[in-house]
């Protein structure tokens, strides 16, 4: 690698997105500084956990871990031990929730239950960041660019990229009020649960249900349940397991979503427990069993509904992640895309750095990248509508195209 003198990408956003490129940078050698606006590690701003679907995106890793990173994979998986005790994940049921009929299932083969929280502590390992750097403005010019942070520092590079989430302030500075997210009549109810040690092993090892995670969709509500595992430290303690339940629905009553978004954690247990006997198991045991004290967050679904270029000002500057395709959870692709565009985003400055046009690489990058975006983030909306209610879902993307990469025959299917 020949090397451009003087080159560093400063990285905005230190969440899986912006991690992955830094260690791919870093890898690469190439000069770079992250930044995330959260003020530490552990702060409640990055206290929430949940697991997310992993799958073609872990093609990715190689090309931006290192080997002592690469090696430790295995231990994003919200239950490590399964696959040594059990062998390998049986396919994933969806059912319709009120009558346990299974409506299809989601092939597992190269389908893992990842951790948040513990892909982020991983992605962490030997990387300097900087916290509590909220961004205020960005200044472009001819062979630089200027981040300017709410603590009135300033950091300068040669490239920037945005990895700062689906509300990414590196978007809106770029284009304004066309970055702004559309709300939709669909509840979030995202929590993290744990049950006493007879419950836990209930839910997780009785044969009928799934052992890693269970999807269903109830008619009636317009609701979509799962329960799945978030984190199984130790596997002869069930008492310590930590599950995740989480509830998408659909505001099928005006002013439910406003009703759900202002109740107390209380308020949200009591409603969940109301409406539990109208599922069947796992998911109404799950959800009359939440201890009493348990926090329940609860937030509006929202997507970047029509996404439209932005000026990367000569290459200067662009976005990945959720910052550049801020899509809804339902068919499990985020991650994966995200992934997807950490990887793309650091071959692109190699090429760079080995002295390639930055305007011309990274022009391709977003145009790839913006067209990437705009058709998973179209097939999400879909997946949201369908799987909300049992007589869609077999019309609709998950059924249809399952979790994997979508080409173009099976957009066309699906659509």
Same mark, same amino acid.
């Given at each position: 690698?020949?090397?451009?003198?003087g080159?560093? #990408?400063?990285i905005?956003g230190?969440g899986t997105?912006?991690?992955?490129?830094?260690?791919?940078?870093?890898?690469s050698?190439?000069?770079f500084?992250?930044y995330?606006?959260?003020?530490?590690a552990n702060?409640? +701003?990055?206290a929430?956990d949940?697991?997310?679907?992993l799958?073609?995106?872990?093609?990715? /890793?190689e090309s931006?871990?290192?080997?002592e990173?690469l090696?430790?994979?295995?231990a994003?998986?919200?239950?490590?031990?399964?696959?040594?005790?059990?062998g390998?994940?049986?396919d994933?049921?969806?059912v319709?929730?009120?009558?346990?009929e299974?409506?299809?299932h989601?092939?597992?083969?190269?389908?893992?239950?990842a951790?948040r929280?513990?892909?982020?502590n991983? /992605?962490?390992?030997?990387?300097?960041?900087?916290?509590?750097m909220?961004?205020?403005?960005?200044?472009v010019a001819e062979?630089s660019?200027? =981040?300017?942070f709410?603590?009135?520092?300033?950091a300068?590079?040669?490239?920037?990229?945005?990895?700062d989430?689906?509300r990414?302030?590196?978007?809106?500075t770029?284009?304004?009020?066309?970055?702004?997210?559309?709300?939709?009549?669909?509840?979030? #109810?995202?929590?993290?649960?744990s049950?006493?040690?007879?419950?836990a092993?209930? %839910?997780?090892?009785?044969?009928? /249900?799934?052992?890693i995670m269970? /999807?269903?969709?109830?008619?009636?509500?317009?609701s979509l349940?799962m329960?799945a595992?978030?984190?199984?430290? *130790?596997?002869d303690r069930p008492e310590?397991?930590v599950? +995740?339940l989480?509830?998408?629905?659909y505001?099928d009553?005006p002013?439910? +979503?406003?009703?759900?978004?202002?109740m107390t *954690?209380?308020e949200?247990? &009591?409603?969940?427990k109301?409406r539990a006997?109208?599922?069947?198991?796992?998911?109404?045991? &799950?959800?009359e069993?939440?201890?009493?004290?348990? &926090?329940i967050?609860?937030?509006?679904?929202?997507?970047?509904?029509?996404?439209v270029p932005w000026?990367?000002h000569?290459g200067?500057?662009? %976005?990945?992640?959720?910052?550049?395709?801020?899509?809804?959870?339902?068919?499990? +692709?985020?991650l994966n895309?995200?992934?997807q565009?950490?990887?793309?985003y650091?071959?692109?400055?190699?090429?760079?750095n080995?002295?390639? *046009?930055?305007?011309?690489?990274?022009? &391709?990058y977003d145009?790839?990248?913006?067209?990437?975006g705009?058709?998973?983030i179209?097939i999400s909306?879909?997946?949201?509508?369908?799987?909300?209610? =049992?007589?869609?879902f077999?019309?609709?993307?998950?059924?249809?195209m399952?979790i994997?990469?979508?080409?173009a025959e099976?957009?066309a299917?699906?659509a």
């Amino acid at each position: 690698m020949n090397g451009q003198s003087g080159m560093k #990408v400063l990285i905005i956003g230190a969440g899986t997105t912006g991690l992955l490129i830094a260690q791919g940078l870093k890898k690469s050698g190439i000069a770079f500084e992250i930044y995330e606006r959260a003020p530490s590690a552990n702060s409640s +701003q990055r206290a929430r956990d949940w697991s997310m679907a992993l799958h073609w995106g872990s093609n990715n /890793f190689e090309s931006c871990l290192p080997e002592e990173v690469l090696s430790k994979i295995g231990a994003l998986q919200c239950d490590e031990h399964y696959q040594d005790l059990h062998g390998p994940m049986p396919d994933v049921p969806y059912v319709d929730g009120a009558t346990g009929e299974v409506l299809m299932h989601i092939p597992s083969n190269g389908l893992r239950r990842a951790s948040r929280r513990k892909m982020r502590n991983l /992605f962490t390992t030997g990387l300097d960041i900087h916290w509590g750097m909220k961004v205020t403005s960005i200044d472009v010019a001819e062979t630089s660019v200027t =981040v300017t942070f709410e603590d009135g520092t300033t950091a300068t590079g040669t490239h920037l990229v945005g990895a700062d989430g689906a509300r990414s302030i590196v978007r809106t500075t770029l284009l304004g009020d066309k970055a702004v997210l559309t709300p939709l009549p669909y509840t979030l #109810v995202n929590f993290k649960v744990s049950y006493t040690a007879e419950q836990a092993r209930y %839910l997780k090892e009785t044969p009928k /249900f799934h052992p890693i995670m269970n /999807f269903s969709t109830h008619h009636e509500h317009k609701s979509l349940c799962m329960l799945a595992n978030l984190d199984i430290a *130790d596997k002869d303690r069930p008492e310590t397991w930590v599950f +995740q339940l989480f509830y998408s629905v659909y505001e099928d009553e005006p002013g439910q +979503q406003a009703m759900l978004l202002g109740m107390t *954690d209380a308020e949200r247990i &009591a409603w969940m427990k109301s409406r539990a006997h109208m599922w069947v198991d796992p998911y109404k045991s &799950a959800t009359e069993w939440i201890p009493e004290g348990t &926090a329940i967050p609860a937030d509006v679904c929202m997507l970047w509904k029509d996404p439209v270029p932005w000026d990367n000002h000569k290459g200067r500057i662009t %976005l990945a992640g959720d910052a550049a395709h801020a899509m809804t959870p339902h068919r499990g +692709q985020g991650l994966n895309n995200a992934i997807q565009d950490a990887a793309n985003y650091v071959a692109v400055i190699r090429k760079i750095n080995d002295g390639a *046009d930055a305007a011309a690489e990274v022009a &391709a990058y977003d145009e790839e990248v913006l067209e990437r975006g705009k058709r998973e983030i179209g097939i999400s909306y879909v997946s949201t509508v369908s799987t909300h209610d =049992v007589i869609k879902f077999k019309d609709g993307p998950l059924y249809k195209m399952g979790i994997k990469r979508p080409d173009a025959e099976v957009v066309a299917a699906a659509a």
